[in-house]
């Protein structure tokens, strides 16, 4: 009876008995299509087990292999781990409930196991063929059919950025490293000295951006480039970077000047915008290059950077504004501003739903000893705390910060008028502030007269006009006005 119980219950329940399978899992990757192609790699360098992938969320996709029962895994994951063929994180996923996508060619090449039937002559057309008599044809390639491309090898290259032979030095230069570089893992190579690279990386991709990378000092300059095959072990492994190779035609280079603006805006040059290549602005394009990491090719680097700005701008809430009172015309974060008044030379904006941004246009008659009051007063008022001076004829600048602000003014004497602007920012955001700056800076512009001039002007009489004494424009009751002689 108690064997019989035994037997029921695993026909009952075949899954208790059954092994449970699992998939490799290797990586994951935005979107299904990245996915495909890096599980296309993949295949090609485990060989004998299918790779696939299927959905984390609504941006990742996962890479695996299998699937497989849970005992043979365990004994393939760890084989493919210490060999380095595999990531040194790759885990174990179950595959109930998941649905997976294969290879279109099904992954694994199988061709050993396709049976082929002996060729026969076909006595009508006095040709061999592996088809039995009146058999169909279709879907079987001929030599007329057009060949599909290759599939591209699997990334298998390292940038190596630097070796040690002790292991607790190389841990902490590797907790370095990913304050740059958060893809570095730390190998343990064949020789037993310890190395922090990052990859894989194709070929080409990997050259391109080792040269990249150390033209803009973002690596070493004897950094170098290592196969899979001279790696070793995976101690501590990294991430694979999203490095993309060039494309055989790269695009122009934007205007200079634009670059120059571009390369000042991310806080990377401060030279002059004038759109002349020298040392200063070619390595500055380099160092945007590294540190940005959308291409290693500087045309399409900077144009990422044109991109990033214009989504900045839109994030920020920049916008043109035309002051009214002071005449004056510039950019600025309009989302975050509200006008609050005008009083004697200034016009103010304050912060718009408690955003800590304040921004305080001014315009005077006046000259250099003016302009250095003006900002005596800004100081005076907290507007810029503690500040950093920088004046000279005709220009005068104020930067400093607080536990609770950002402070920026910039003034200038143009035309008989001092002229001006006061930047104050929350602290909590200073990546953004000198950034906002640089757009005022770089719009900044008189749009018209102040509003008291274009009420005096407004009021003066006309020439040649009587006034209410009499007079006529330019004239006193002491001294009346000339009248022509007719």
Same mark, same amino acid.
């Given at each position: 009876?108690?064997?019989?119980?035994?037997?029921?219950? %695993?026909?009952?329940?075949?899954?208790?008995?059954?092994?449970?399978?699992?998939?490799?899992?290797?990586?994951?990757?935005?979107?299904?299509?990245?996915?495909?192609?890096?599980?296309?790699?993949?295949?090609?360098?485990?060989?004998?087990?299918?790779?696939?992938?299927?959905?984390?969320?609504?941006?990742?996709?996962?890479?695996?292999?299998?699937?497989?029962?849970?005992?043979?895994?365990?004994?393939?994951?760890?084989?493919?781990?210490?060999?380095?063929?595999? &990531?040194?994180?790759?885990?174990?996923?179950?595959?109930?409930?998941?649905? &997976?996508?294969?290879?279109?060619?099904?992954?694994?090449?199988?061709?050993?196991?396709?049976?082929?039937?002996?060729?026969?002559?076909?006595?009508?057309?006095?040709?061999?063929?592996?088809?039995?008599?009146?058999?169909?044809?279709?879907?079987?390639?001929?030599?007329?059919?057009?060949?599909?491309? &290759?599939?591209?090898?699997?990334?298998?290259?390292?940038?190596?950025?630097?070796?040690?032979?002790?292991?607790?030095?190389?841990?902490?230069?590797?907790?370095?490293?990913?304050?740059?570089?958060?893809?570095?893992?730390?190998?343990? *190579?064949?020789?037993?000295?310890?190395?922090?690279?990052?990859?894989? *990386?194709?070929?080409?991709? %990997?050259?391109?951006?080792?040269?990249?990378?150390?033209?803009?000092?973002?690596?070493?300059?004897?950094?170098?480039?290592? &196969?899979?095959?001279?790696?070793?072990?995976?101690?501590?492994?990294?991430?694979?970077?999203?490095?993309?190779?060039?494309?055989?035609?790269?695009?122009?280079?934007?205007?200079?000047?634009?670059?120059?603006?571009?390369?000042?805006?991310?806080?990377?040059?401060?030279?002059?915008?004038?759109?002349?290549?020298?040392?200063?602005?070619?390595?500055?394009?380099?160092?945007?290059?590294?540190?940005?990491?959308?291409?290693?090719?500087?045309?399409?680097?900077?144009?990422?950077?044109?991109?990033?700005?214009?989504?900045?701008?839109?994030?920020?809430?920049?916008?043109?504004?035309?002051?009214?009172?002071?005449? *004056?015309?510039?950019?600025?974060?309009?989302?975050?501003?509200?006008?609050?008044?005008?009083?004697?030379?200034?016009?103010?904006?304050?912060?718009?739903?408690? %955003?800590?941004?304040?921004?305080?246009?001014?315009?005077?008659?006046?000259?250099?000893?003016?302009?250095?009051?003006?900002?005596?007063?800004?100081?005076?008022?907290?507007?810029?705390?503690?500040?950093?001076?920088? %004046?000279?004829?005709?220009?005068?600048?104020?930067?400093?910060?607080?536990?609770?602000?950002?402070?920026?003014?910039?003034?200038?004497?143009?035309?008989?008028?001092?002229?001006?602007?006061?930047?104050?920012?929350?602290?909590?955001?200073?990546?953004?502030?000198?950034?906002?700056?640089?757009?005022?800076?770089?719009?900044?512009?008189?749009?018209?007269?102040?509003?008291?001039?274009?009420?005096?002007?407004?009021?003066?009489?006309?020439?040649?006009?009587?006034?209410?004494?009499?007079?006529?424009?330019?004239?006193?009751?002491?001294?009346?006005?000339?009248?022509?002689?007719?």
């Amino acid at each position: 009876m108690k064997r019989l119980a035994i037997l029921l219950l %695993s026909v009952a329940l075949p899954g208790v008995a059954a092994a449970e399978d699992v998939y490799i899992r290797i990586e994951a990757k935005r979107g299904a299509e990245a996915a495909m192609t890096a599980a296309a790699g993949w295949q090609d360098r485990v060989g004998d087990l299918p790779a696939v992938v299927f959905p984390l969320n609504a941006t990742w996709t996962a890479i695996a292999l299998g699937p497989m029962p849970r005992e043979e895994a365990e004994t393939r994951i760890a084989a493919l781990k210490a060999a380095g063929t595999i &990531p040194g994180d790759s885990l174990l996923t179950p595959a109930e409930g998941i649905t &997976p996508t294969a290879l279109p060619d099904g992954g694994v090449d199988r061709t050993a196991n396709t049976s082929v039937s002996e060729p026969v002559t076909d006595p009508a057309a006095g040709t061999a063929t592996g088809t039995a008599a009146g058999a169909s044809t279709a879907g079987v390639a001929t030599p007329s059919d057009p060949v599909a491309a &290759p599939t591209p090898p699997a990334p298998d290259r390292f940038i190596r950025l630097e070796a040690f032979q002790d292991r607790a030095e190389a841990d902490t230069a590797l907790a370095k490293w990913r304050e740059t570089i958060p893809e570095a893992g730390l190998w343990q *190579l064949p020789d037993g000295w310890f190395a922090i690279a990052v990859g894989p *990386l194709s070929e080409a991709a %990997s050259d391109q951006w080792r040269k990249a990378l150390a033209e803009g000092k973002a690596i070493p300059e004897d950094s170098l480039v290592s &196969p899979l095959t001279e790696m070793g072990s995976n101690l501590t492994p990294g991430s694979t970077p999203d490095w993309p190779a060039n494309p055989e035609t790269p695009p122009e280079m934007p205007p200079l000047a634009e670059v120059q603006e571009l390369l000042k805006w991310v806080g990377i040059y401060d030279g002059e915008v004038d759109g002349k290549s020298g040392p200063q602005t070619r390595a500055a394009i380099a160092a945007g290059v590294a540190s940005q990491r959308s291409s290693a090719d500087p045309a399409l680097a900077m144009r990422a950077l044109a991109e990033a700005r214009e989504a900045w701008r839109g994030q920020m809430g920049l916008a043109p504004l035309t002051d009214d009172y002071t005449g *004056l015309s510039l950019t600025a974060p309009m989302q975050r501003l509200a006008h609050e008044r005008t009083e004697r030379a200034l016009s103010i904006y304050g912060p718009k739903d408690e %955003s800590g941004a304040a921004l305080i246009l001014f315009s005077q008659p006046g000259g250099q000893q003016e302009m250095l009051d003006m900002m005596g007063l800004v100081t005076a008022l907290g507007w810029v705390p503690a500040p950093e001076r920088v %004046s000279s004829k005709g220009k005068a600048t104020l930067s400093g910060q607080n536990e609770t602000h950002i402070g920026r003014a910039e003034a200038r004497v143009a035309d008989g008028q001092v002229e001006g602007w006061v930047l104050i920012w929350p602290v909590e955001d200073a990546q953004n502030a000198p950034r906002v700056a640089a757009e005022i800076r770089d719009s900044f512009a008189r749009a018209m007269p102040t509003r008291a001039v274009r009420d005096a002007e407004t009021a003066a009489p006309v020439a040649g006009e009587g006034t209410a004494d009499g007079t006529t424009e330019g004239a006193t009751a002491e001294t009346p006005a000339v009248t022509p002689a007719n």
